[in-house]
């Protein structure tokens, strides 16, 4: 069964691909008009924004906190009863240094605020506090797609692997299209219509 969205779209193949089509327009959009600058970097209300613009025209839930428990494979994201309380810590957490942000990263992941479409956000608010704090962003073209999925699946264990991953594909092309594009390949994808498991409250 595909997710409830605004398409009346009910075969859920059907829906990743419109929602591919749709984020990676709106993402360029956010791109093109430099809407950078109206974005909190490395705080969850930038990443709100982020996720309600690129997922708006396809979910009423875009850019608001789930409302059901998620999992994937045999590992729980963090429960809703205790969202509030991640994200504000999440919040203060520092980001001067790469290590920092990456911690900061992994914990957001674990968190996976949204309902869906978590991925594509986290990467470009990844990348926007690279920038702002390093004046770097990830070259996710140089990312193996296997490797990291295996590193973020480790992550919340052992964050090592993705640090050293990431780090090796850090670029000083900040302002560059393809570059940024790059973030919100669909083959990227650490969410997946078919993988997630989820407890209605």
Known sequence: ??????????DSAEL??????ISKVKAAELYEKNMFDEIQVGKFSGLAKIH??????IYDFAGKIRTVNIAKGNFRFAPVMYLDASLKYIDDMPQSTYDEIIEKYVEMNIAHPFREGNGR???????????KELKLVVDWSKVDKEDYLLAMERSPIKDVEIKV????????KINDREVYMKGIDASYYYEGYNTFKTEDL
């Open 1 to 10: 069964m595909a997710l409830k969205n605004k398409l009346g779209i009910s």
């Open 16 to 21: 990743a691909r419109m929602e591919e089509k």
């Open 52 to 57: 309600k613009f690129l997922f708006d025209e």
């Open 121 to 131: 956000s986290a990467r470009i608010w990844l990348d926007m506090i690279l920038k």
């Open 165 to 172: 991953l990431l780090k090796k594909s850090l670029t000083d």
